[in-house]
């Protein structure tokens, strides 16, 4: 069964280091989606990514925040000046098409520690 | 905010079905009822999505009232596996962005 696939599973970066995670989207999905959950707290949306474009964001999802499917099979979210509180679990998720109607399918998140 | 209301926890016996209620009183005509479980820390994982109707699927069923303003999720037989936070999600309009609350833990008992 396709899944979405997510690397590191665990990353370990400096305050103010530049942290990319990467994401491998299931392979005929077109939006893609960035969520984060600090430990014990909820799943927040962070970005949703439609033909190369953002589509839609949250507040969280600030300058030092970026998006970009470089190629035709990653997405990645990279974090420019990483901060203490930027410590939780990234998870990608994808669905076939843009609308409510379709299904967005997780990957395992990777676990970003910022020391 | 989220749009449902869950309970915080529920117990289930093993072998038996697990109904896990949901309130969306708000709800629109456009928007989508959603599940999903967590397990642990793990990535949300997809359970079963409705509208109008009931829906079932490979592992579980989707009871919308005529109103819509609630569901239940049942598990038919639930297993120790099945143990996790169930979210209800109402989403559609014009994002299809998923917004968690805190969801239902759910323990499924020996």
């Known amino acids: 069964e396709p899944e979405v696939t997510q690397t590191p599973s665990h990353q370990v970066t400096q305050m103010g280091q530049e942290v990319i995670l990467r994401c491998v989207p299931i392979s005929n999905h077109l939006y893609f989606y960035w969520y984060r959950q600090i430990l014990g707290q909820k799943v927040e949306f962070l970005v949703s990514?439609?033909?190369?474009?953002?589509?839609?964001k949250s507040e969280i999802f600030d300058d030092q925040f970026s998006v970009e499917r470089p190629d035709g099979s990653n997405f990645t979210l990279k974090i420019r000046s990483t901060k203490l509180e930027d410590s939780a679990m990234y998870f990608c998720?994808?669905?076939?098409?843009?609308?409510?109607?379709?299904?967005?399918?997780f990957g395992p998140g990777t676990r970003l520690t910022v020391t | 905010d989220a749009k449902t209301t869950q309970p915080p926890s529920m117990d289930c016996a093993e072998g038996r079905a697990a109904n896990l209620p949901c309130n969306h009183s708000t709800i629109s005509g456009n928007e989508y009822v959603y599940w999903y479980r967590q397990i642990h820390s793990q990535g949300p994982q997809y359970i079963i999505h409705?509208?109008?109707n009931n829906e079932t699927n490979e592992m579980a069923s989707l009871i919308i009232t005529e109103d819509r303003k609630s569901s239940t999720l049942i598990l038919p037989h639930a297993t120790l596996r099945d143990t996790a936070v169930y979210y209800c999600i109402v989403t559609g309009g014009a994002t299809n962005k998923l917004i968690f609350g805190t969801g239902t833990l759910l323990a499924v008992q020996p």
């Open positions: 409705g509208l109008k």
């Open positions: 998720a994808s669905s076939y098409w843009p609308g409510p109607s379709y299904e967005q399918y």
């Open positions: 990514f439609y033909n190369n474009e953002i589509s839609e």
